[in-house]
Nanobody
Framework: QVQLVESGGGSAQPGGSLRLSCAASGSIFDTIAMGWYRRAPGKQREMVAI???????VYADSVKGRFTISRDNTKNSVYLQMHSLKPDDTAVYYC??????????WGQGTQVTVVS
């Protein structure tokens, strides 16, 4: 059974920083891509950042220049370093993994709150 365990959420002030981590455990096949999505209150879930097996990444326009995604293939882990946080970044952040056998996995979500 595959599990994605997220950590690092919490509260921050505007302009602050947080780092999210996600570790995949269990019998997970080769991961093609790993990333983060988020769902803000009253909004649809949106892609935040994705990194593929070649360390190529894409970002939502709203986080470019502020967030950095990285992965450690040896640990089946993905990270999201968030700087210059804004109140609009408040959301539940979900870890996402897509594997070579065309399977998608989601984490349980971790709350990020940016408030003065």
């Amino acid at each position: 059974q595959v599990q994605l365990v997220e950590s690092g959420g919490g509260s921050a002030q505007p302009g602050g920083s947080l780092r999210l981590s996600c570790a995949a455990s269990g019998s997970i096949f080769d991961t093609i891509a790993m990333g983060w999505y988020r769902r803000a209150p009253g909004k649809q879930r949106e892609m935040v950042a994705i990194v593929n097996e070649d360390a190529e990444s894409v970002y939502a326009d709203s986080v470019k220049g502020r967030f950095t995604i990285s992965r450690d293939n040896t640990k089946n882990s993905v990270y999201l370093q968030m700087h210059s946080l804004k109140p609009d970044d408040t959301a539940v952040y979900y870890c996402w993994v897509f594997t070579r056998d065309v399977t998608t996995y989601w984490g349980q979500g971790t709350q990020v709150t940016v408030v003065s």
